[in-house]
């Protein structure tokens, strides 16, 4: 395929960098924006190129000719006056007979071409439009398309104030058929974004091909620094959909906006305080943010189709406006109980995309070629939990909106926060790594010893201090390394709630015979069944947790009283004891029990309580640990 670059803009807003040099001549890390260009059409055997050349036009010439040696075939046309990203191509018309690749001259891209002409080619359009979020969505040239990627509006800056629009922006990469010049007047200067896509989408077949690869412009100063870091952090390379990237799978109601029963409006739906940064800190790494959402509303009929398109209309804009974005939004407007009134009886099947099942996890994968393995999910619900086990993610549940309060036995997430931007700060700079990594490096030394038993590693600490995170992470590590760990969470010999007396202190409110008499069995590799705690009800809940470790070489015991006897210090070969303040207990404490249900008054009497029985009595367990590290990190 041939490739026309346009490379006569005078890039005035770089000032002073393009008042000597053309812009497609400026640097980007020591190398000219077009030769990389050029490298990446070379790239995929894109090697007949012509450049719309103006500004500057003759120092372009020299450089092409100097680089002859390793550049793709190029010739240079010299336009005679300047005539916008469309009007030129009438002065190369002869060339242009065969569908061709058009490519805007301050763009920096690293993109599949070959995914991107195979659609092209399948669609069978009169263009294809490259389009893509970004962060600056108000002030970008917005394209929408429909579920066949047909383009269906073409919004040009600036747009009034108060509209909503997707965030799908024109990223000045085109693959056009010849046809295209039966619609550009000669001789007359225009764009393709301002006055031709507007003017035919509605009558000719033009499609969007929406993709997270990294195409940015580097039209001004603080783009070109911007674009100039990624080129050298390698992100420009690796979010080519030529390499699986990681994804976070984010749910909607209640994850991302305020859950309000049915969203079935735009103006019911509110972001949550703090997401719209935690979106834009996703946005910055190389993780893909992925809205999943069951949207039942449709199948009940309280909205459209079209409605739903609205309301997603304004998340997106309202993101951009605090310059996040969204990759891509799925959903499934179906429910598999019918024979209500008034319902849309079409959407009333058993399908293949609403959650618990992983269809819409499925599809984003087959699309934007997502590693798995490195991805996550986070959710409200058991639903969203359950989805991301079936689909293999790592799971994070939230305390906002349902707060995962559905849970079962099969569906604990694997990991819990308080909300998205917590979760957020999770996934970005996982905590404890370095004392991890050490620990796992002794445990492993340890196990090159001749044993006829597993490990017991114990890993203490007062209540919402982090410790079940710790151990979830410390099992994964010791995955890495190749050794298979056993995670017990001692929470669940807990007394029942109403067992409980106000005489019992800490040690009282666990069934700590129990505990030691399991531990000991599962260290002699006995089997042990238990039934679990739910912390929501204070009543063991689901069918009995059978415990193996026949072929485990770690166990890895997780609860406050993992000290706190003298047969569990026994039992324990190596011992974690995670240190918390008493501001953090309480901060995180309050939070845990407002989740449970209970009222401020209620939460200050148990706290000042256990900040008598419970807090001092299982700081002191720290003197008996091998290691002691800090808290859980704040993210507030």
């Given amino acids: 395929?041939?490739?026309?670059?346009?490379v006569g803009g005078k890039g005035t807003r770089l000032g002073s960098v393009t008042s000597q040099l053309p812009k497609p001549l400026v640097p980007v890390n020591g190398k000219a924006l077009l030769d990389r260009q050029l490298d990446q059409l070379r790239r995929y055997d894109v090697t007949d190129v012509t450049l719309l050349a103006s500004h500057l036009s003759e120092q372009?010439?020299?450089?092409?000719?100097?680089?002859a040696d390793v550049l793709p075939?190029?010739?240079?046309?010299?336009?005679?006056?300047?005539?916008?990203?469309?009007?030129?191509l009438h002065e190369i018309a002869d060339e242009l007979t065969d569908p061709f690749l058009l490519v805007y001259g301050d763009v920096l891209f690293d993109v599949d071409l070959r995914r991107l002409i195979a659609a092209h080619r399948a669609w069978s359009g009169l263009a294809t439009l490259v389009v893509h979020?970004?962060?600056?969505?108000?002030?970008?040239?917005?394209?929408?398309?429909?579920?066949?990627?047909?383009?269906?509006a073409v919004h040009s800056k600036p747009h009034a104030p108060g509209q909503h629009f997707h965030n799908l922006v024109n990223a000045g990469m085109y693959v056009l058929s010849p046809r295209i010049l039966?619609?550009?007047?000669?001789?007359?200067?225009?764009?393709?974004?301002?006055d031709i896509f507007p003017a035919i989408f509605a009558t000719e077949r033009i499609f969007g091909y929406a993709t997270p690869e990294y195409i940015k412009d580097m039209g001004t100063p603080d783009r070109l620094a911007r674009v100039s870091a990624d080129e050298a952090s390698g992100k420009v390379a690796r979010w080519n959909l030529e390499h699986s990237r990681p994804a976070v799978f984010l749910d909607r109601d209640g994850v991302i906006n305020e859950a309000n029963g049915y969203i079935d409006s735009p103006e019911k739906l509110r972001i949550i305080p703090g997401v719209a940064d935690a979106v834009h800190r996703l946005n910055q790494s190389d993780y893909l943010s992925i809205v999943v959402t069951n949207q039942p509303a449709v199948a009940r009929n309280l909205t459209t189709l079209d409605g739903l398109d609205a309301i997603h209309r304004k998340l997106e804009s309202e993101l951009g406006e605090h310059h996040a974005w969204l990759d891509a939004i799925f959903f499934c407007p179906h429910h598999p109980d019918g024979g209500f009134p008034g319902e849309n009886v079409a959407l009333k099947i058993d399908c293949a995309c609403r959650k618990p099942k992983a269809g819409m996890i499925d599809e984003a994968r087959a699309r934007l070629n997502i590693d798995m393995a490195r991805s996550y999910i986070v959710g409200d619900s058991a639903r969203d939990i359950l989805c991301g086990k079936t689909a293999g993610v790592t799971?994070?549940?939230?305390?906002?909106g349902e707060g995962c309060k559905d849970v079962a036995l099969s569906s604990r997430p694997d990991f819990m926060c308080e909300d998205l931007p917590e979760a957020v700060e999770f996934i970005l700079n996982p905590p404890w790594s370095q004392e991890l990594e050490a620990l796992a490096r002794d445990i492993v030394s340890r196990l090159k010893q001749q044993r006829d038993r597993p490990l017991a590693i114990a890993i203490a600490g007062n209540s919402r201090a982090g410790k079940s995170t710790f151990a979830e992470l410390l099992r994964r590590e010791l995955q890495h390394h190749g050794v298979a760990a056993l995670k017990v969470s001692l929470d669940d010999w807990l007394v029942p709630r109403a067992e409980r007396t106000a005489a019992m202190g800490v040690m009282d409110r666990f069934q700590v015979a129990e505990i030691e008499r399991d531990v000991a069995a599962l260290i002699s590799r006995r089997?042990?069944?238990?039934?679990?705690?739910?912390?929501?009800?204070?009543?063991?809940?689901?069918?009995?947790?059978?415990?193996?470790?026949?072929?485990?070489?770690?166990?890895?015991?997780?609860?406050?009283?993992?000290?706190?006897?003298?047969?569990?210090r026994t039992l324990s070969d190596v011992s974690v004891f995670i240190d918390v303040s008493l501001e953090a207990w309480r901060t995180r404490g309050a939070a845990f029990l407002a989740w449970k249900g209970h009222s401020p008054e209620e939460i200050e009497t148990i706290l000042a309580g256990r900040t008598i029985d419970e807090f001092s009595v299982i700081a002191a367990h720290a003197r008996w640990a091998s290691a002691v590290v800090t808290q859980l990190r704040e993210t507030r």
């Fill in 60 to 67: 372009v010439e020299a450089h092409v000719e100097a680089r």
């Fill in 395 to 400: 799971t994070i549940g939230v305390r906002s």
């Fill in 527 to 568: 089997p042990v069944s238990h039934q679990p705690y739910d912390a929501l009800t204070g009543a063991p809940r689901g069918d009995a947790i059978v415990y193996l470790a026949e072929d485990v070489e770690v166990i890895i015991l997780d609860g406050v009283v993992a000290l706190g006897t003298e047969p569990l």
């Fill in 133 to 152: 979020p970004n962060d600056h969505p108000y002030d970008s040239d917005l394209v929408e398309i429909d579920a066949g990627n047909r383009v269906t």
């Fill in 73 to 88: 075939r190029v010739r240079i046309y010299r336009e005679h006056a300047p005539l916008g990203t469309a009007g030129g």
């Fill in 182 to 194: 039966d619609f550009i007047p000669k001789g007359v200067s225009t764009d393709f974004g301002r």
């Fill in 1 to 6: 395929m041939r490739a026309v670059i346009l």
